[in-house]
């Protein structure tokens, strides 16, 4: 027998929960189905930004538990690989983030949803088959099958999304890194009492550290593609590593390597352009990828569903969303680049990111406005990429001009021209964007021949 809902939402993890219960706050008769609830177990995302976290206060969600006990979020601190003292980026106006286990997250996500009085829960259920307005769904445990319908379908279940399908985007997402995963027990971090978490840059890829509960601290390990070979020898992975880290967490680092394997997940990017059409909408991970370098993974998904729910349409969904996306998508790839590269020109702009965030405070504060994704205008992102790159150019050229003459300054100038393509791209018109976008890679907002 066949069933109706108002929402059928696929996939019940951080993003699919809130989408549920948000639907369930507004009146709807929600389904929501995961096809594989243990999958929440596995390292995923953990730091969520003041506008995720206020998010979830909008709709009710808050406070979470299982982020109470330690200090909240503050911002971070960067350890730069300049040979200088660490640089503190506080949020702004006294917001705060937070940062928790993935597992008790979405646990307690989809307890808040599951237990809502208009919304239908159910696990090890597989859509197998999505068109606008029905859903086959498969038991994983049996052999029923039976399709139900819904006026709203919402893919919530990620990359590969199975209503990602009828809408004709299959455009597999682009491997960037890996990120090797370790918990350390008991360890005090070098800024602890403050809430910060670090961001260690140096190595093959960036480190990071953050707390997730009062006794954990978990360590993320950015490894690029072409050291790949890293996941398979926790020897080198520590060696690799180790000349970067502070002495504490270089400890840390290399007992939890002796008591634990890694947890290995792979990093994707995919642009944000695809966000449904024809009554099947896509939140989160099903929409696209940002590399984790930015840590704006969930609270992006969060304001998907938020704006999902407030829109009078799915036409209006997708312009606000691909519109609201686009700078936090070209800020990951950009900080990516700049501190994981190895272009010409990469290792100017990391210095001269490093002297601005010590120099200039409202450069910082812009800089955490964009970063946390409170701040998503074109011209925002463009004037402070701009003042950095043109700072580094600027010293780079006095430089150049001195050692080598006007020859060589031209050279050297010519490095920063694909550079420009970043901030360029932001102040486009809104179609402009989302064409390029759509051929966009990690390295490159638009290939030259676009």
């Known amino acids: 027998m066949s069933q109706a809902y108002d929402t059928i939402v696929i996939g019940a993890g951080p993003v699919g929960s809130v989408a549920a219960h948000a639907f369930g706050e507004r009146g709807d008769d929600v389904l929501l189905i995961e096809a594989n609830p243990a999958a929440a177990a596995r390292f995923a995302g953990e730091w969520l930004h003041p506008p995720g976290v206020e998010t979830l206060d909008e709709l009710d969600l808050t406070p979470i538990e299982s982020a109470q ?3 909240p979020g503050r911002g971070f601190v960067v350890f730069p690989d300049d040979g200088g003292e ?8 006294g917001r705060d983030g937070l940062s928790c286990d993935h597992r008790e997250f979405v646990s307690e996500l989809r307890d808040k949803a ?6 239908e829960y159910r696990s090890f259920v597989r859509a197998t088959e999505v068109e606008p307005g029905r859903v086959r769904l498969e038991k994983e445990r049996g052999d029923e099958s039976r399709t139900v319908y819904g006026d709203l379908i919402v893919g919530a279940d990620g990359k590969s999304s199975v209503a990602r399908e009828p809408l004709g985007h299959s455009v597999d997402p682009e491997v960037v890194s890996y990120m090797g995963a370790l918990m350390l027990h008991d360890f005090d971090m070098p800024f602890e009492d403050d809430g910060y978490g670090h961001v ?9 550290l953050y707390r997730i509960d009062e006794d954990r601290v978990r360590m993320s390990l950015d490894v690029p593609i072409e050291n790949e070979t890293l996941r398979r020898d926790s020897e080198a ?17 290399r007992e939890a390597l002796d008591n634990q394997p890694v947890q290995w997940a792979a990093t994707h990017f995919q642009p944000h352009v695809h966000y449904g059409s024809d009554g099947i909408a896509l939140v989160g991970d099903a929409v696209g990828s940002y590399h984790p370098m930015t840590a704006v993974g969930m609270t992006s998904g969060f304001q998907d569903v938020a704006c999902l729910v407030d829109a009078p349409n799915l036409e209006a969904y997708r312009a606000r ?40 405070e409202e450069l910082c504060k812009r800089t955490m406005r964009l970063l946390s994704g409170s701040e998503t205008r074109g011209r925002a992102f463009a004037g402070a990429f701009l003042k950095i790159a043109i700072r580094g150019a600027a010293e780079t050229s006095v430089e150049t001009m001195h050692q080598h003459g006007l020859t060589a300054l031209t050279r050297v ?18 179609r402009v964007q989302q064409r390029l976008r759509r051929k966009s890679t990690i390295d490159t907002p638009f290939a030259l021949s676009a």
């Open 69 to 71: 006990g330690y200090e």
């Open 86 to 93: 660490p640089i503190r980026l506080p949020y702004v106006e």
């Open 114 to 119: 599951s237990s809502h009085a208009n919304v």
């Open 200 to 208: 260690i840059l140096g190595g093959p890829g960036p480190a990071l």
């Open 237 to 253: 992975l520590y060696r690799a590593f180790e000349p970067v880290l502070p002495d504490s967490v270089a400890s840390a680092m």
């Open 321 to 360: 969303r691909a519109h609201g996306s686009y700078v936090p998508e070209l800020l990951s790839s950009a900080l990516y680049k700049v501190f994981g590269g190895r272009e010409q020109g990469a290792e100017t702009l990391r210095s001269a990111v490093y002297k601005t965030w010590r120099t200039d």
């Open 413 to 430: 100038l010519a490095t920063y021209v694909p550079w420009a393509r970043w901030p360029l791209v932001s102040i486009l018109p809104d």
